[in-house]
């Protein structure tokens, strides 16, 4: 659709085409903040003043913002100038504890921390990891040199994206057995946090219930209420905004908004791309504003989307996580935040 279709709208283009806002740039301008946040600063906090440690699980299913909350603890340690190390499992990762070992190298890179002729012992470990043969490794002996590097580098995060990814891979045990060795090692100024479907999580319990019992704190995120929904798609389209004087969400009025949140289930992703599908139809048919009318005969005619195959394992899984996991976040009639349990 030409970029100049969207002036009846005050936008210089669709602002919903690129839904992905995966990087540390975007991720702070598009954020909406939940309960769930506040609680994840908290401890970040504590974990950067060094008066604590801790294992944060982050579970949802995708495209409920689960990346988005390792990014910004990304963000927030470069701003604290604490040491940080991300990284993405994919389902095309082939060795992650290599994988690892290099992204921790490369944030010494990055953060000065290794020098070409005195390296810190808890460099020459992770240097040991990069050189490991095949994925049969020691994992007591792997996670006590991820612990060290933690501890050395303190305050520092150890941030893990979509562990579910490791369900189908064979390092996927030795992998858990070697995060359990870190929790047991790392002190006050070290934290892990990692993302998850349900399935994996259910998975862990039952399969690696020692690591599943260090967790120190498990947020299943909530789906989005109608207001958080507003929020969103208003942060999104200011960017592309001609006029400054409009209504922010425009031209969606509050219903439509409530119409694509329930149509999404309170999940961002799925908001994002009823938007996208909802204002092409409006510029197409050069509607002035789009109604929930618009919005459900918009929904309607669209293909119904496949379901998204969570890994699996052989291994039993409680049947009360494999519902959550099937199950969409259900929008919330109001702001009230997010589940938040201790474990």
């Known amino acids: 659709m030409p970029g100049g279709s969207y002036e009846r709208y005050g936008l210089t283009g669709n602002p919903f085409r690129d839904l992905a806002s995966e990087n540390l740039e975007d991720v702070e301008l598009f954020h909406v903040n939940l309960e769930v946040d506040d609680a994840l600063h908290n401890i970040e906090e504590e974990v950067f003043e060094k008066e604590n440690r801790a294992i944060v699980a982050i579970v949802g299913p995708h495209g409920s913002g689960k990346t988005e909350r390792l990014l910004l603890a990304a963000a927030r340690a470069r701003e604290q100038k604490a040491f940080a190390v991300y990284f993405d499992v994919t389902s095309k990762t082939t060795w992650v504890l290599q994988g690892l070992a290099e992204e921790f190298r490369k944030a010494a890179v990055a953060g000065g921390r290794a020098k070409t002729f005195s390296s810190p012992a808890w460099l020459r470990g992770i240097a040991t990891l990069q050189k490991l043969k095949?994925?049969?490794?020691?994992?007591?002996?792997?996670?006590?040199?991820?612990?060290?590097?933690?501890?050395?580098?303190?305050?520092?995060?150890?941030?893990?994206?979509?562990?579910?990814?490791?369900?189908?891979?064979?390092?996927?045990?030795?992998?858990?057995?070697t995060l359990q060795e870190v929790s047991d090692v790392i002190k006050p100024g070290a934290l892990i946090m990692f993302v998850?479907?349900?399935?994996?999580?259910?998975?862990?319990?039952?399969?690696?219930?020692?690591?599943?019992?260090?967790?120190?704190?498990?947020?299943?995120?909530?789906?989005?209420?109608?207001?958080?929904?507003?929020?969103?798609?208003?942060?999104?389209?200011?960017?592309?905004?001609?006029?400054?004087?409009?209504?922010?969400?425009?031209?969606?009025?509050?219903?439509?908004?409530?119409?694509?949140?329930?149509?999404a289930g309170g999940n961002p992703r799925r908001l994002l791309e009823a938007a996208d599908l909802a204002i092409e139809y409006g510029v197409s048919h050069r509607l002035y504003r789009v109604d929930a009318e618009t919005v459900r005969t918009v929904l309607a005619a669209r293909p119904s989307p496949s379901p998204r195959q969570e890994p699996s394992r052989d291994s039993a899984v409680p049947k009360t996580f494999e519902e959550e996991a099937a199950a969409s976040p259900t929008p919330k009639a109001s702001a009230t935040g997010t589940a938040a349990v201790n474990r």
Not at 157 to 176: G, K
Request: glycine letters at 2%; charged letters at 20%; aromatic letters at 8%.
């Open 134 to 177: 095949d994925e049969n490794y020691d994992p007591v002996a792997a996670g006590k040199a991820i612990g060290l590097a933690l501890n050395e580098t303190a305050p520092s995060l150890l941030l893990l994206n979509d562990l579910h990814n490791l369900m189908e891979s064979s390092e996927v045990h030795n992998f858990a057995r």
């Open 196 to 263: 998850c479907y349900p399935s994996y999580l259910a998975w862990l319990t039952v399969n690696h219930a020692p690591l599943a019992s260090r967790i120190n704190r498990t947020f299943v995120l909530p789906g989005l209420t109608n207001d958080e929904a507003n929020l969103l798609l208003a942060k999104k389209m200011l960017p592309k905004r001609l006029v400054e004087d409009l209504d922010p969400t425009y031209p969606f009025d509050r219903e439509a908004v409530s119409a694509l949140n329930q149509a």
